[in-house]
């Protein structure tokens, strides 16, 4: 994604859809000031911007749906908004940083609009967010057509039954999680599958602050990256048969800490990047039978450790 439409995007999700990850309308201004000056060219001889700056410019059809899911309550996020809130983090974007730091968190909204940019908007045959962005639609996806009116003396049509609410000890655990930094999303609009995020937030959490990730129902993606994590704190998530992404870069961890991963059988993702793992580690992994994508990169793993742990997992792609 170039520079001005990283910037379009921001000053979109910014001025619109500021409760994501900005507490207040103070933050508005820098942002749209770049949209209207580098983005915004309702009279541009190029139609994919005519498009693009037209339904962003509609009140029904843009704007707000940039990053939250037509026809529910705002707080919800179509599934652009949700990869953005998992990067961008409401505590690092106070009025008050926003001033200090203006350049510094600027580069940091761009850096995960690009990162955004490059994610597919659907399953694997779907374009890029960024790919829709340049096509001249929302990033988030059309909002759907008006229904055609019912024909008089039609009934209207029941009104679908509300998800059940979570119960108490759910929502205990999520407000501890939350209390620490991190975030609770569902991984898609209709799907109840979770993705609990530490990144960036979770200075505050420690091994026990774990504890509450295992209370959650359908955990599948869990991002402890740049935390304090040790191995002990690895014993909370061991019964997590739900669990196929796992992001522990930078953490504490160490071969011992790997053991209790040794039966996570739906994993499919592990990153490692920048741990004290060792050769020894990966023994631990060798019953993960699902595991694609494993990242040692600035681990101590070395080639001979990824020939033998291909032995076991033939499918596997090390990036070391």
């Excluded at 910014?14 to 900005?22: E, G, R």
């Excluded at 609009?113 to 045959?125: I, Q, T, W, Y």
């Amino acid at each position: 994604m170039n520079r001005p439409r990283a910037l379009f995007v921001a000053s979109c999700v910014v001025a619109m859809c500021a409760s994501a990850y900005l507490p207040t309308a103070r933050a508005i201004p820098p942002f749209l000031k770049e949209f209207e000056a580098k983005y915004v060219k309702p009279d541009s001889a190029d139609e994919k911007e005519k498009t693009l700056a037209t339904a962003v410019a509609n009140a029904k059809t843009g704007k707000c749906f940039v990053c939250h899911a037509v026809g529910q309550e705002k707080k919800v996020r179509n599934d652009y908004g949700k990869q953005l809130s998992m990067l961008l983090k409401k505590d690092n974007f106070k009025a008050e940083r926003l001033q200090a730091e203006a350049d510094k968190a600027k580069a940091e909204i761009i850096a995960a609009l690009d990162a955004v940019a490059a994610m597919k908007s659907g399953d694997d045959k779907s374009p890029t967010f960024g790919e829709r962005i340049a096509q001249g639609k929302l990033p988030g996806g059309d909002p759907p057509a008006a229904p055609p009116a019912p024909a008089p003396g039609t009934p209207a049509p029941a009104a679908p039954a509300a998800a059940a609410a979570p119960g108490p000890e759910v929502q205990e655990a999520i407000g501890k999680i939350q209390k620490v930094g991190g975030t609770v999303q569902a991984l898609a609009m209709n799907d109840d599958s979770l993705v609990v995020d530490f990144h960036l937030g979770g200075t505050a959490l420690n091994d026990e602050g774990l504890s509450a990730v295992k209370v959650l129902p359908k955990v599948v993606q869990l991002d402890l990256k740049d935390t304090q994590i040790t191995d002990a704190g690895l014993a909370h998530i061991a019964g997590i048969a739900t669990l196929n992404r796992l992001h522990l870069e930078k953490t504490k961890i160490t071969d011992a800490g790997l053991a209790h991963l040794k039966d996570l059988g739906n994993l499919e993702y592990l990153n490692l990047y920048g741990t004290a793992v060792t050769d020894a580690g990966l023994e631990h992994l060798k019953g993960l039978k699902n595991l694609k994508k494993l990242y040692v990169w600035q681990s101590q793993v070395t080639d001979a450790g990824i020939a033998k742990l291909k032995e076991a997992l033939p499918g596997v792609t090390v990036v070391k």
